[in-house]
C-alpha cells in the first residue's frame, strides 16, 4: 500500500477564509495531483505536477493554487473559500513501471465544507 | 469532450452474480486501460489494468476485456460479493506521454451487491 497523507480529513469553515489543504507522500514519485469529486462521483483533476517547481492547471477550472517545492509535498490553497467549494479533494501520486501506464495512488482526501 | 465514456451509472446486483461494467474511448492513440475501485470514505486504488496487446486479463474474480476495434473495454466481476460494493472507475492514458499520460477517468459506476 502506497503511503500518501492528506490532512485535514475534514475540514468546516466560514466563507472568505483562507485554507491550506496538505499532502504529503513518502514514495519519492515525482507526479503529483490534486482531483476534486463530490463523494462517489466523477473525478475532477484540477492540477497537477510532474516535479519540483513544476505545476500545472488541469481540466476543471478551479480556484484553487498549489505549489511544489519539495517532491514529497504538494499543497493546495484557497484564498477565499466559497459554500461553491464545498466538496472533497483528492491527492495522487503516480509511478509508471516498464511498459505499463502510470499508476496513481490515492490519499484519503480531505471533505472540505464552507459554510 | 468526454473521453471515456462509462456505463452504467449505478448497478444492482445480487451475490454470487455476474457484474459487468462497460467503458468506450475516442482516442485511438490511449494504450493503457485501469480501472480503479473506490470506498466510500477512500481514495481509489487500481483494481486491475490492461494493454491493447491483449484481448483479456484476469486476476482473480475480476477480468477486463479489451476489444480495440470497437474502442471499447469492460470489467467482469465474477461470483460477485457483498465486499466488492463500490464505486468503479475506468480510465485511459498513453503510456509515456507526458500530460497524455494522465489518466483520463470514466465518470464512475456504483456497483451495490446485495446479500
Known amino acids: 500500500e502506497a503511503d500518501i497523507y492528506q490532512t485535514p480529513r475534514y475540514l468546516v469553515i466560514g466563507t472568505g477564509k483562507k485554507i491550506t489543504l496538505e499532502c504529503s507522500q513518502t514514495?519519492?514519485?515525482?507526479?503529483m495531483y490534486w482531483y476534486q469529486q463530490d463523494p462517489g462521483m466523477e473525478l475532477h483533476l484540477i492540477h497537477y505536477?510532474?516535479?519540483?517547481?513544476?505545476?500545472e492547471k488541469g481540466d476543471l477550472s478551479s480556484e484553487s493554487t498549489v505549489s511544489r517545492i519539495r517532491t514529497e509535498h504538494f499543497p493546495l490553497t484557497l484564498e477565499s473559500a466559497r459554500p461553491s467549494h464545498t466538496s472533497q479533494y483528492l491527492c495522487?501520486?503516480?509511478?509508471?513501471?516498464?511498459?505499463?501506464?502510470?499508476?496513481?495512488?490515492f490519499g484519503p482526501g480531505t471533505r472540505l465544507t464552507v459554510l | 469532450q468526454q473521453q471515456v465514456k462509462q456505463s452504467p451509472q449505478s448497478l444492482i446486483v445480487q451475490k454470487g452474480g455476474i457484474s459487468i461494467i462497460n467503458c468506450a474511448y475516442e482516442?485511438?492513440?490511449?494504450?493503457?486501460f485501469p480501472w480503479y475501485q473506490q470506498f466510500p470514505g477512500k481514495g481509489p486504488a487500481l483494481l486491475i489494468a490492461?494493454?491493447?496487446?491483449?484481448s483479456e486479463k484476469k486476476e482473480g474474480r475480476f477480468t477486463i476485456s479489451f476489444n480495440k476495434s470497437a474502442k471499447q473495454f469492460s470489467l467482469h466481476i465474477m461470483d460477485s460479493q457483498p465486499g466488492d460494493s463500490a464505486t468503479y472507475f475506468c480510465?485511459?492514458?498513453?503510456?509515456?506521454?507526458?500530460?497524455?499520460?494522465?489518466?483520463?477517468f470514466g465518470k464512475g459506476t456504483k456497483l451495490s451487491v446485495k446479500p
Open positions: 490492461i494493454r491493447p496487446d491483449v
Open positions: 480510465a485511459a492514458s498513453i503510456r509515456g506521454g507526458g500530460s497524455q499520460g494522465n489518466l483520463i
Open positions: 505536477s510532474y516535479g519540483v517547481n513544476s505545476t
Open positions: 514514495m519519492g514519485h515525482d507526479k
Open positions: 495522487a501520486s503516480s509511478v509508471g513501471l516498464a511498459g505499463w501506464g502510470d499508476t496513481q495512488y
Open positions: 482516442n485511438t492513440a490511449f494504450d493503457y
